[in-house]
């Protein structure tokens, strides 16, 4: 995205435009915890296993560097309560409940928590237990998102996910019995070797685990992953996009039979629960502010966008050094604004504002109904269920 380079460097500086409609804009906090026990073959993610960071950089000094971020971010912002709390990763579960512990209260001594505040952590099924449900659910956390995958062991292992096959389910139980309301499972589709026998075995462990979110993201295969090599070599073929068009489908029909509504075009909650619905992602995706905290991790306020250099041993000493981590930022232009409106609010199944559009913009829409790939509704476009499929053609075409 193009725009205007601000604060590069050392410090972060906000216009007063920015600045101002702080707290009147939902407003969350964003923390990644950048370590991991194993690195999965698909992933692309800012994390490090112990072997790589050696001695340069530990839970401890991250956990210092954090709460250094923390407190400067509420100092410059005006300390607006944070309506939403999403500790992710990498491994979050890593740092045991006494870590997250200590992260939820850096946040509560920098920011504080709203009322009623969203606070979730995702967790790997095998780095948690019922103890450790039961001591986040004390320490303030209310929604658990369980990194699941597949419930076939050999789909797994293709993607180097070293939890066993029932092991989220099962931490799902005890999250619930803990006392979580609030769980997620996340489901990835289109794995080379994936059947569609192995497909609806994940779907039916996860409708047996009664949770009432769940989030299904087709596999991409990203540059510089172990899974890439493979593919490139032709270990393994690439995901085929029928396939991934049936599965979406496959998935969409189990999960709407058992109760469970798309609110975003790969996440699924109870209907009849609406705070069964992330807000922290709902506040991504309705252009909300939020301040991302640790290597790496991105922020957004007031159409001033930046993100955190990436090495934890980088990101502490910068803040031991009393500076801000940042690597680069930009300021967003109305076009730039405009955009990203278009492509988060039209994956929305309240769907885009038609008013928000220009003459030619309408008449892009318009060609989007009549090929049955969305819907108007009050004013609004909405995307079919074939919408869902091709959403990006349909941002594409708007924009175009």
Known sequence: MSGTRVGVGA??????????????????????????????????????????????????????????ELDAAAQLLGSPAAQTVFVGGGT???????????????????????PGAEVTTESNPESTSPAFFDRIRAAG???????????APHV?????????????????????????????LDLIYGTPGERDEDLDASLDAVLAAGVDHVSAYALIVEDGTALARRVRRGELPAPDDDVLAARYERIDARLEAAGLTWYEVSNWARA?????????NLGYWDGGDWWGAGPGAHSHVGGVRWWNVKHPA????????GDL????????????????????????????????????????AE???????????AGRLVLTDRGRLLADAVVRTILT
């Not at 979050?92 to 709203?114: M, T």
């Open 156 to 184: 797994l292992a293709v993607l180097d996910r070293t939890h066993t096959p029932g092991r989220a389910v099962a931490a799902a139980g005890e999250a619930r019995a803990a006392g979580f309301g609030h769980v997620n």
């Open 11 to 68: 410090g972060l500086e906000l216009p007063a435009s920015a600045l101002a409609g702080v707290g009147s804009r939902p407003f969350g906090v964003y923390v990644h915890v950048p370590f991991c026990a194993t690195r999965c073959g698909y992933c692309d993610f800012n994390t490090y296993t112990a072997g790589e960071l050696g001695t340069s950089a530990s839970p401890q000094s991250w956990l210092e560097g954090l709460r250094r």
């Open 141 to 151: 956390y209310t929604r658990v998102s369980l990194g699941m995958q597949s419930a």
């Open 314 to 321: 980088r990101y502490a000493d910068v803040l031991a050094a």
């Open 367 to 377: 060609t989007v109904v009549a090929d049955g790939l969305a819907e108007l509704r």
């Open 272 to 280: 009849d629960d609406p705070s069964a619905r992330c807000a922290h």
């Open 325 to 364: 981590p940042v690597g680069g930022s930009e300021l967003l232009t109305a076009d730039d604004v405009h955009t990203e409106r278009v492509m988060l609010e039209v994956r929305l199944r309240t769907g885009l504002p038609l008013d928000v559009l220009g003459p030619d913009e309408r008449r892009a």
């Open 92 to 114: 979050p579960s890593l740092l045991g409940a006494d870590g997250l512990g200590q992260v939820l209260d850096a946040v509560r001594s920098s920011f504080g928590l709203a």
